[in-house]
């Protein structure tokens, strides 16, 4: 699999071909690696790209043209090769995939998505654009799901660290089922001034999903109470997850324009919550962005 890198004085980022999945986020000052390695006894990936659905859908499948495309969790971009399109001058990259005859198999709609990734001092900025290259109206989610290092290092734990988000307002979140639905809504994560403890049941019913835009910045947290890396974002939506019960030594901080279907759902692809529509000829631009905190 073909890799990619952007460097600084700072940081060195390595990028897969495979899913223009970022795999590593290198300080070169302290030899720290921030982003999860991909291993499998806990979890194969570190940065997947969430594309055309963000979460699980309503039996494996959703409605679209008059018929049923099955499709499972978080889409099939993430395991799909991209061509590198542009690399101008070692500061940013930019991926691209297009739909074709797999992806027509998989997803009735035609699409260009590019991934572009620029390094600014200790912030990776992360931007997709998806361009609707069909006749019709498009409809798609998308999201982010990168992995941390947390803790840091063994002779640390994860329930000795910590979340700071940009708010001291306690937060509401939703729960998912066995089947990876929405189930459980209006759940109340208590905030001490922005800063909240990482349980170690905190994940037994994977993820915690936050929607209504609460939150702008997440921090995760040393014992010592010093931030170390920090996830920005403007999305209505944002997940924080970690195995359960395997004491993988990650989580995700994971910025969406998109959500796993309720359990009641039945609808049209259009039709989902979150669902983003697109005209022929239109652009969806979003972005977000990867601090080291030094």
Not at 63 to 83: L, N, V, Y
């Given at each position: 699999?073909q890799k990619f890198?952007l460097?600084?004085?700072y940081?060195?980022?390595?990028i897969?071909?495979?899913?223009a999945?970022?795999?590593n986020i290198?300080?070169k000052e302290?030899?720290?690696?921030?982003?999860w390695n991909a291993?499998?006894?806990f979890?194969k990936?570190?940065?997947?790209?969430?594309?055309?659905?963000?979460g699980?859908?309503?039996?494996?499948?959703?409605k679209a043209e008059?018929?049923?495309?099955?499709?499972?969790q978080?889409?099939?971009a993430?395991?799909m090769d991209f061509k590198?399109?542009?690399?101008?001058d070692?500061k940013?990259?930019?991926?691209t995939?297009?739909?074709n005859?797999d992806?027509?198999k998989?997803?009735?709609?035609?699409?260009?998505?590019?991934?572009?990734?620029?390094l600014d001092g200790y912030?990776?900025?992360v931007?997709?654009?998806?361009?609707n290259?069909?006749?019709?109206d498009?409809?798609?989610?998308?999201?982010?799901?990168p992995?941390f290092m947390c803790p840091?290092?063994?002779k640390?734990?994860q329930?000795e660290y910590f979340?700071?988000?940009?708010?001291?307002?306690?937060l509401t979140?939703s729960?998912?089922n066995s089947?990876?639905l929405?189930e459980?809504?209006?759940?109340i994560l208590?905030?001490?001034?922005?800063?909240v403890e990482i349980?170690e049941?905190?994940?037994?019913k994977?993820?915690?999903?936050?929607?209504g835009s609460?939150?702008?910045?997440?921090?995760?947290v040393k014992?010592?109470k010093?931030?170390y890396?920090?996830?920005?974002?403007?999305?209505p939506?944002f997940?924080?997850?970690?195995?359960a019960?395997?004491?993988?030594?990650?989580?995700?901080i994971?910025?969406w324009?998109g959500?796993?279907d309720?359990?009641s759902f039945?609808?049209?692809?259009?039709?989902?919550?979150?669902d983003?529509?697109?005209?022929?000829?239109?652009t969806?631009?979003?972005?977000y962005s990867?601090?080291?905190e030094?």
């Amino acid at each position: 699999m073909q890799k990619f890198y952007l460097e600084n004085m700072y940081l060195k980022i390595t990028i897969n071909q495979r899913g223009a999945e970022v795999s590593n986020i290198l300080s070169k000052e302290n030899g720290q690696e921030y982003l999860w390695n991909a291993d499998e006894k806990f979890w194969k990936r570190s940065s997947p790209v969430l594309f055309p659905i963000v979460g699980s859908l309503k039996d494996s499948k959703f409605k679209a043209e008059g018929e049923d495309w099955p499709m499972s969790q978080h889409g099939f971009a993430r395991d799909m090769d991209f061509k590198m399109t542009k690399q101008p001058d070692g500061k940013f990259i930019i991926f691209t995939l297009e739909s074709n005859e797999d992806t027509l198999k998989l997803y009735p709609y035609k699409f260009k998505l590019e991934i572009e990734y620029r390094l600014d001092g200790y912030r990776l900025g992360v931007k997709w654009r998806v361009t609707n290259t069909d006749d019709k109206d498009i409809h798609f989610q998308i999201g982010g799901h990168p992995a941390f290092m947390c803790p840091l290092n063994s002779k640390t734990k994860q329930n000795e660290y910590f979340f700071n988000f940009d708010t001291d307002k306690d937060l509401t979140y939703s729960l998912l089922n066995s089947n990876g639905l929405v189930e459980s809504e209006g759940n109340i994560l208590k905030n001490d001034g922005g800063l909240v403890e990482i349980d170690e049941h905190m994940f037994d019913k994977d993820a915690l999903i936050f929607e209504g835009s609460q939150v702008n910045k997440v921090t995760l947290v040393k014992p010592d109470k010093m931030a170390y890396l920090s996830v920005s974002f403007d999305a209505p939506l944002f997940g924080l997850w970690s195995p359960a019960g395997k004491g993988a030594p990650f989580i995700c901080i994971e910025p969406w324009y998109g959500r796993a279907d309720k359990e009641s759902f039945s609808g049209d692809i259009s039709e989902r919550e979150y669902d983003n529509k697109l005209a022929v000829g239109e652009t969806f631009e979003a972005s977000y962005s990867i601090e080291v905190e030094m």
